[in-house]
């Protein structure tokens, strides 16, 4: 109909465009999507539920985790992580506060079990570190903040559990400067700890807000007084107070306010001290965190120049009639940047997840919108396969429960319930073609033989290639011809379980593990030719990944710096991280 159309139909497309442009602006400009990273116990669950509370997304303290036992109880995936109590599926959080739409990407907790969080936080904005105030950095946080750095994330700082006895705020300073090179600047600070805790003193407001414990679910009302009003002293002890005047000023010579780019480029962290549990000091860091955190940002990407060539959300009309006027020159394809106020979608895969619903035995993509507008129905295509899907079934995940999305934006997550058309790192899109890089998959550490008995030879192959499409874990395999079996490359042991129990439950395949004492791997980015540049090579065992390229195992770090110091220049550029 369009093309039949006279002008005064022309006019109103125009206006509907523009409108549709503006839409999107408008949505992407309140949109904060993020991850929490943190340690486990540190008290991510009570943290997530009480940010919950605040858009009314749930009505009390308790709903986040009877959701997920809810589900436990019935599904039979989950039998393991009720088994272990921990939690291994993601999912994503969306709610209302203040006129922002907040994301949040949880992310499994359990140490061992980091693959899908590194994944998530490919898909997140911004990262919430979340630190246990009395064992300050911990071995999980390091791993995540590694790669919340590769992405140049901003990282929001909230340090936890300020009832209990706690570091000193310094020193927490001094561990995130020394280990990570982050400066901090806090924005709240902490008066006293454990039983002394009295509270917080809020730096933009030059307010002292008093300690209360809250009730359940209710957000503590707690008093309020200047920093220099007199009647503090008749309300914090004498030697808190003369500390936190102490500290004030000490605060002030360690710098002023950053710039918006310094947070954004997560050279500084704003730095909030509280209490989850409690309800303390969660409010000032939410009303902080939407004010600093970024919107959704362009995303590097390859393809058509009539999407990426509007880096500016442009005014002029030929973006939005790029569709079909620059289609002659399709053939060229170029890397730039998508906008997510772009007004073609995009969107990225990033987590597959079977069997979530039990009684459907279901696989949901979840699938990150990069721009423009999703709308339920709609038809995108599948860049890795050119194939066409028609998103009719999409789900937004909320706690555990699912609700229909109608329309998405930039920075949401929506599932998508289509099995066998998505993989992990796969682009999807409508309109001009394009495509993002793939998503790195975290170096592995733990190494084993994947085996089964002779006669489930067929449904074991099935099994491997179902869990490995899924990037449930990733796969080696001997470059000796007679030696078939899998070697699995998971990053925590957690992942083994995970295969073998889904082996079984899904697949119908009992499996045993041998273990193999590799620690490192490194993928050979000058391919076979440099590895056969380089000779022969002790300290190391070569197999190839599933895409036959090739990989290089060691016991250790010294066998590791050894074959780098005697073969690396012939082996050339190594990677930590496998490139699907
Ligand atoms: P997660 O493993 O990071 O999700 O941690 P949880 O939210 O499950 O919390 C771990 C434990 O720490 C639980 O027993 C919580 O009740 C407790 N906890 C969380 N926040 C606080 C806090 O602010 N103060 C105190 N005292 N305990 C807390």
Redesign the pocket.
């Known amino acids: 109909t369009a093309a039949a159309a006279g002008s005064s139909s022309d006019g109103e497309n125009a206006r509907a465009a523009a409108e549709l442009a503006r839409r999107i602006a408008a949505e992407v400009a309140r949109r904060r999507n993020f991850a929490i990273i943190?340690h486990?116990?540190?008290?991510?669950?009570?943290m997530t539920e009480k940010l919950l509370l605040y858009g009314g997304a749930i009505h009390e303290a308790g709903e986040v985790k009877a959701r997920a036992n809810a589900r436990s109880a019935t599904s039979d995936f989950m039998a393991l992580e009720k088994q272990r109590g921990i939690s291994i599926s993601s999912t994503a959080m969306t709610w209302q506060y203040q006129g922002s739409c907040l994301n949040l990407l949880d992310t499994p907790?359990h140490q061992d079990f980091s693959e899908d969080t590194y994944r998530t936080l490919a898909a997140a904005d911004n990262a919430v570190l979340l630190v246990d105030g009395a064992k300050g950095i911990e071995p999980q946080t390091r791993k995540l903040f590694a790669v919340a750095r590769l992405r140049g994330l901003p990282v929001f700082t909230f340090v936890?559990?300020m009832?209990?006895p706690a570091l000193n705020g310094f020193e927490i300073i001094e561990q995130l400067e020394k280990e990570f090179g982050l400066q901090s600047y806090p924005v709240t600070w902490p008066i006293g700890s454990g039983d002394r805790f009295c509270g917080v003193y809020h730096r933009p407001s030059n307010k002292v807000l008093l300690y209360a414990k809250a009730g359940r679910g209710k957000a503590a009302a707690s008093e309020q007084y200047e920093l220099g009003d007199p009647a503090l002293a008749g309300i914090i002890e004498a030697d808190l107070l003369e500390q936190l005047m102490e500290e004030v000023e000490l605060l002030q010579i360690l710098g002023d306010e950053p710039s918006a780019e310094e947070i954004a480029s997560g050279a500084v962290t704003p730095m909030y001290f509280g209490?989850?549990?409690?309800n303390f000091g969660v409010d000032l860091f939410l009303q902080s965190f939407i004010s600093l955190a970024v919107p959704p940002r362009p995303a590097k990407a390859k393809g058509n120049p009539a999407v990426l060539a509007a880096l500016e959300p442009s005014e002029d009309s030929s973006s939005s009639n790029g569709s079909s006027g620059s289609k002659a020159a399709g053939s060229t394809s170029i890397e730039g940047t998508v906008s997510p106020e772009s007004t073609h979608f995009s969107g990225l895969v990033f987590k597959l997840q079977a069997n979530m619903d039990p009684k459907h035995r279901d696989k949901v993509a979840f699938v990150r919108v990069v721009s423009g507008k999703f709308d339920k129905g709609m038809k995108v295509k599948v860049a890795r396969t050119g194939r066409v899907v028609s998103l009719s079934r999409p789900q937004q995940m909320f706690a555990q429960s699912r609700a229909t999305v109608q329309e998405g934006f930039a920075g949401d997550v929506i599932g998508l319930t289509n099995p066998g058309a998505f993989a992990i790192g796969d682009t999807i899109y409508a309109g001009p073609e394009l495509s993002f890089p793939p998503i790195p998959s975290f170096s592995p550490e733990l190494f084993a033989y994947l085996r089964c008995a002779p006669n489930q030879k067929k449904a074991f192959a099935k099994g491997v290639e179902g869990l490995l499409g899924e990037g449930a874990v990733q796969v080696l395999y001997s470059t000796d011809e007679y030696i078939t079996d899998p070697i699995l490359a998971a990053v925590g042991q957690l992942q083994f379980e995970v295969v073998q129990y889904r082996m079984k439950d899904e697949y119908g395949v009992d499996t045993s593990l041998e273990p193999l004492s590799f620690c490192v791997a490194r993928w050979v980015l000058g391919g076979w030719p440099a590895v056969e540049r380089a000779g022969r090579m002790f300290n190391t065992t070569v197999v190839k990944d599933a895409y036959g390229r090739p990989v290089l195992l060691f016991r250790n770090e010294f066998a590791f710096n050894q074959v780098i110091a005697e073969q690396g220049e012939k082996l050339g550029e190594l990677s930590a991280f496998a490139l699907p």
């Open positions: 943190s486990p116990d540190a008290g991510k669950t009570t907790g936890n559990k009832d209990r209490s989850a549990f409690n």
